[in-house]
């Protein structure tokens, strides 16, 4: 049961959702810089600002899990670029999870989510897995709908936001309003907004800002675009990334690959987890092949890889992708399912630190502090203890 509130709590509540919600119903405008393309967007979901307030409220919502301990946010946390600082999050339970958790930083963007699943391509369906699922049990909702949706109706701000982000469903009635289809809905509209386009690298490149990029961070781009590194023949584009899809875009690219990280019995089987795509593909030549990660903020995102298991990135660069793979490093031999774009090659302690004051010049500090991005419960409230 949901905890009661004291009166003049509900009527605090109440009047900040709805203070919210009055600079929130202007139709929705994507705040892009010109050289981005606007995100694409399931035409069942149109944006609208109430229905992206009421995904911000859901996302740092801790009671959405099973115990009233985990949000959304708890393994999106908006300092790290929406990731947890872990090498493999926890759930409700304290099992521990086989994957690190991803950045969301212009998720929008992302035309197949998660590390390995490449079918799940849409962010209203993406959600129901941390909310109900069970291996790994994450928020531990699995059976417990029916106590999900009496708090929802409960309480007295979901009942201002939900009725204004679905109207149509508010005129059905509270079985249409609250449900599934509206809190995935509400979710991934908010994650649509997680946009992080305002690094010093973006202000060099595109800003017209000289000044906004250091010597070493150039040198470090040139080496990351060289033909020496390679880097960006997987993290290229606007977000770093070989996978995209936006607005405009005729198709979209998907980029999955097996970097040689692990090569424990020589065909790419990994300790302790599933083997990449190959879990869904049923393809052997997938195994260890990995969605390639965006590396946008990714200065503020340690550990690193899938699994975490690379604390820095100079270990990325030095003893991982330097080395053609860290299996080579490890004396492990070459996995035969690895990439050819990891090939190796030759880089100096001066040269990695370049590298890095590039990748450092990535970081979004505006977008780690938005408010517009940040928690909007008050303290002390059932959301947020």
Sequence with gaps: MPRLLRPAVVAALAA????????????????????????????????????????RHLFYDKRLSRDGSLACASCHEQARAFTDGKAVSQGVTGESGTRSAMSLANVAYL??????????????????????????????????EPQLFAMLQADPVYRALFARAFPD???????????????TRALASFQRTLLSFGSPYDRYRYGGQPE????????????????KLECYHCHGGFNFTDNLKHARSAFAETGFHNTGLYNVDGRGA???????????????RDAGRFRTPTLRNVAVTAPYMHDGSIATLPQ???????????AVALGQGVNPLRSELIAGFQIS?????????????????????????????????????
């Excluded at 919600?21 to 694409?40: H, I, N, T």
């Excluded at 962010?123 to 049990?137: C, S, T, W």
């Excluded at 469903?169 to 809190?183: F, I, K, M, P, V």
């Design 16 to 55: 900040a959702a709805m203070a919210l919600l009055g600079a929130a119903g202007e139709s929705w405008r994507w705040p892009l810089p010109d050289w981005v393309p606007p995100p694409a967007v399931p035409a069942d979901n149109p944006m609208s600002a109430d229905k992206v307030l009421l995904g």
């Design 349 to 385: 302690e001066a040269e990695i630190a370049d590298v890095v004051a590039f990748l450092e010049s990535l970081t979004d500090e505006a977008f780690l502090r938005d408010p517009r991005l940040a928690d909007p419960w008050p303290a002390r409230t059932p959301a947020a203890r």
């Design 111 to 144: 035309p197949v989510l998660t590390w390995q699943n490449p079918q799940l391509t849409a962010l209203e369906v993406q959600a129901l897995i941390p909310l109900f699922g069970e291996h790994p049990v994450e928020m531990g909702l699995a059976g417990r």
């Design 169 to 183: 469903e508010a005129r059905q009635g509270d079985a249409a309003l609250y449900s599934l289809a509206t809190l």
């Design 212 to 227: 906004a990029l250091s010597a070493a961070a150039r040198r470090g781009e040139e080496l990351f675009f060289g033909e």
């Design 316 to 326: 990325v660069l030095r003893e991982h992708y330097a080395r053609a793979g860290r």
């Design 270 to 284: 990994y300790p302790g987890s599933s083997p990449g795509i190959v879990e869904f593909t049923g393809e052997p």
